[in-house]
């Protein structure tokens, strides 16, 4: 089985908008789309599943709220509870607005790092990674969209072709 | 054009008459001589009492210990509070007091407190439903100054709200000469004899004194008027002009205002909450007051766009708009939790007597309400609307918003409250019906304001961005 994919390129966002709803009213099969920049509804046209990245990072802030309360009940109350220019240290709640700022911070910074790692590790982004850009175009001014090919290739060509396409190509993967 | 609904205008006049009932019969049963405060303290005593001989039943141990608790705690809390409550002071009067006990003084104390009552319920929730208008005209000027695309489909709602603050300043301005013209004790600053023996009080009486008191009030109210006035005049002006000179004045308009807003805000907090208490004061307690009415005011702006929504009258507003509504109850839900946890945090932590006895008073004898609001109006607002589909939905947006408008008037309980009634307060039918009355008076100047002008602005410049607005 030949590893053919289409790449075609456009100059323009509203265009690609369309070219990406009439490929799916097609039923071809978009594998990829590479722009300079985020196009609003680009994912809502490509029918890709909404992110969960907010539910996760929710998630990582319960558990900076837990690392939080449990470390300063365990260092302030339970460990050493010393009298420290009177603050009452004989239970967590007594004393608790003195953490709330740990608390707090300890959440944000939770959440806001571990989603971040979480994204990078989701969408394969590290040092040293080797660049995935198929046309060094895509990152200036040229949007590109890579499309499965199947059947009746040169059919597929004239279809994008008409879909105000500047350059369609059929390329052999690897 | 909206109709006011037949129905929603008899629920209205419901509420003002269960509202007025409720006033007046508070306002009755409000004890009128240290003889009748002596009955309700021997009948709480009495039950305390009986409580305690039957400790040792086992079915009824709990309550009654209970109640005893209840008994110990009435006859030592005036020993607790004296050093604090200025009203302890307001029944002592020189010459007939010297030779009085201790009783005496506590009942003149409990007399003070439960005449008082029925006064501070009408004043906090006449205070509460202006607040919350000016809140809303607050949220129209910020929309108008920061020219919002997203919003003009709502300004007709908004301007709704805002007529509220004529009869809502009116009758706040009413109580405040009230109490300059000693018919009540709220402010127990305004007692000459109370001053004349409290030399803290004595330092401020260049600021607070009745005339220049009620100065101020009337600059406030009349600046707030005005210009709710005069930007509801260019709004509907503008709908029929040929050039947009309306949208520019209210532009303009709405720029000075809220300079204006901003001090007269935080000078009226000072006035008339803060000085309720006129021992205690606070830095950022202007801002406080602030993100309270102003996150009630984009509640009851929701509300009611929702409620106009479902009865098919707000053609062009859709989730989107109801979704930037519902980020910012949850924003500056945060916000107020914000503010209240720094003066809160910062008073525990140095804990400084003079002001830190505030929070004292509050936590004492207000534990539940103080501490309930804060999960009314942070925790559970918080984790509902932390998600992005619950915006969108219109029980969601309601149900939030009814928790966080009881959350906000229990805020505003919290502050008058405890200086004026003390450990005598109760959310009881005086309360309840002052709620109801000026929520039907709300309902009824609110909707009757609708029904004046179409719900669209025509002609503003960002309407047709605002029509399509989708996020």
Known sequence: MSNKVIHVLYNDDDILMDAVKQTRAAHHHIEEVYTPFPVHGLDKAMGLAPTRLAIASFLYGLVGLSVATTMMRYMMII???????????????????????????????????????????????????????????????????????????????????????????????Q | ???????????????????????????????????????????????????????????????????????????????????????????????????????????????????????????????????????????????NAAQAGWSPVLFRVMEGISSYLIPGAIIVFILLVLGVMDMHHIFIWMDEDVVAKDHLIQAKTGYLNGPFFLIRAAIFMGGWIWYRQYSRKNSLLQDDANDNIYYKKNFKASASFLVFFIISESIMSWDWIMSVDPHWYS????????????????????????????????????????????KFMFGISVFWTYLWFSQFMLMWYADIP????????????????????????????VLILINTDFKRLSWIIVMAGIVILCGHYIDFFNMIMPATVGDRWF????????????????????????TKAPLLAKRNPLIEESKHFHY
């Open chain 1, 79 to 173: 460990d050493w509870p010393q009298d420290i220019g009177g603050k009452p240290s004989f239970s967590y709640i007594e004393n608790m607005p003195a953490f709330v700022p740990v608390m707090f911070e300890m959440t944000v910074f939770f959440a806001a790092h571990l989603m971040v790692i979480t994204f990078y590790m989701r969408s394969k982004l590290w040092p040293f990674k080797e660049a995935e850009n198929p046309d060094v175009r895509t990152t200036d001014d040229h949007f590109l969209m890579e499309v499965a090919a199947h059947g009746d290739v040169d059919q597929m060509v004239s279809f994008f072709e008409s879909t105000g396409a500047v350059e369609v190509k059929v390329i052999e993967k």
């Open chain 2, 1 to 143: 054009m909206y109709t006011f609904s037949s129905r929603l205008k008899t629920f209205s006049f419901v509420l003002i008459a269960l509202g007025i009932l409720g006033i007046g019969y508070s306002f009755l049963t409000a004890p009128k001589t240290v003889e009748d405060v002596e009955k309700i303290l021997a009948a709480e005593n009495a039950h305390g009492g009986h409580g305690a001989d039957h400790e040792a039943g086992a079915a009824h141990g709990e309550d009654a210990h209970g109640h005893a608790a209840e008994g110990h705690h009435e006859a030592t809390a005036s020993h607790t509070s004296h050093g604090n409550d200025t009203h302890a002071e307001a029944g002592h009067q020189p010459d007939v007091h010297a030779a009085h006990d201790e009783h005496q003084e506590h009942l003149e104390h409990v007399l003070h407190q439960l005449k008082t009552k029925p006064w501070s319920a009408v004043y906090v929730a006449a205070l509460f439903f202006m607040l919350l208008s000016l809140g809303a005209l607050a949220f129209y000027a910020i929309q």
């Open chain 2, 283 to 326: 830095t950022l307690f202007g801002w406080y007051v602030f993100a309270s009415f102003f996150v009630s005011g984009i509640t009851a702006i929701a509300l009611i766009t929702v409620y106009l929504k479902a009865k098919g009258y707000l053609e062009y507003v859709n989730t989107s708009h109801i979704h930037d509504l519902a």
């Open chain 2, 354 to 381: 003079e002001e830190v006895v505030y929070f004292k008073t509050r936590i004492e004898d207000y534990n539940l309400p103080f501490f309930g609001m804060l999960v009314m109006n942070f925790v559970f607002p």
């Open chain 2, 427 to 450: 959310i009881g039918v005086g309360e309840i019906g002052a709620v109801l009355l000026f929520l039907g008076l709300f309902i009824f100047v609110v909707f009757t304001t609708l």
